[in-house]
């Protein structure tokens, strides 16, 4: 079975809307993190957010926010205001358990974000 | 800033060929990744090492052997390679403490002909 499970190979949205990206995640360990990538066509991954299996809020950075839903084993990427500049592929990823030879993550097969004008 | 860098962005080799492709980071992680990337399959982890000299299997490890002298450094060893290996390699660093976060080096794109 696959752990991380991203369903929309493509996605379209227009410039200044929001766009949701899916994201579920299977995993029996308690302790588990997941985090959202961003590839541009350059090919260099940039970090973009981290939701802890503990953490209480859905974290957020900038435009970027994680729609964290533990019970659906859900961790959504909502980007909003979408730019040119989101053109990208968007990849999932999951850390199960905490340290000591955990560190290892699994990733989605990735969803190609086209934002158009 | 973290930087991870990679030797070669581009190669072209033959097939049965041995390949070397080289990862270098300088901000002391103790953590080191080889993944690589195909269209529709995502990032599949080959090897990871957590110290030096230590090495561990990742999900397709075949065909492919490590090596980590020094913290800095670790190398993806392709002994012979064949055309099936002709991908775009990722090599990423980390700490140990949470988040655990991955830092990516640009790439190297391999074609075995």
């Known amino acids: 079975a696959q752990k991380i499970t991203q369903t929309q190979p493509g996605m379209f949205v227009q410039e200044k809307e929001a766009v949701t990206l899916d994201c579920t995640y299977d995993?029996?360990?308690?302790?588990?993190?997941l985090f959202w990538y961003k590839q541009p066509s350059s090919g260099e991954m940039i970090f973009l957010i981290y939701?802890?299996?503990?953490?209480?809020q859905n974290a957020t950075e900038g435009r970027y926010s994680l729609n964290f839903q533990k019970a659906r084993k859900s961790a959504n990427l909502v980007i909003s205001a979408s730019q040119l500049g989101d053109s990208a592929m968007y990849f999932c990823?999951?850390?199960?358990?905490?340290?000591?030879?955990?560190?290892?993550?699994?990733f989605g097969k990735g969803t190609k974000l086209t934002v158009n004008p | 800033d973290v930087k991870v860098t990679q030797s070669s962005r581009y190669l072209v080799k033959r097939t049965g060929e041995k390949v070397f492709l080289e990862c270098v980071q300088d901000?002391?992680?103790?953590?080191m990744f080889w993944y690589r990337q195909d269209p529709g399959l995502g990032l599949r982890l080959i090897y990871f090492?957590?110290?030096?000299?230590?090495?561990e299997k990742g999900d397709i490890p075949e065909g492919y052997s490590v090596s980590r002298e020094k913290k800095e450094r670790f190398s993806l060893i392709l002994e012979s390679a064949s055309t099936n290996q002709t991908s775009m390699y990722l090599c990423?660093?980390?700490?140990?403490?949470?988040?655990?976060?991955?830092?990516f080096g640009e790439g190297s794109r391999l074609t075995v002909l």
């Open positions: 995993t029996s360990d308690p302790s588990y993190g």
């Open positions: 939701q802890g299996s503990y953490d209480q």
């Open positions: 090492s957590y110290d030096v000299k230590m090495k």
């Open positions: 990423a660093s980390s700490e140990t403490t949470l988040p655990v976060e991955l830092f």
């Open positions: 990823a999951m850390r199960e358990g905490l340290q000591g030879g955990s560190e290892k993550l699994v």
């Open positions: 901000m002391d992680h103790e953590n």
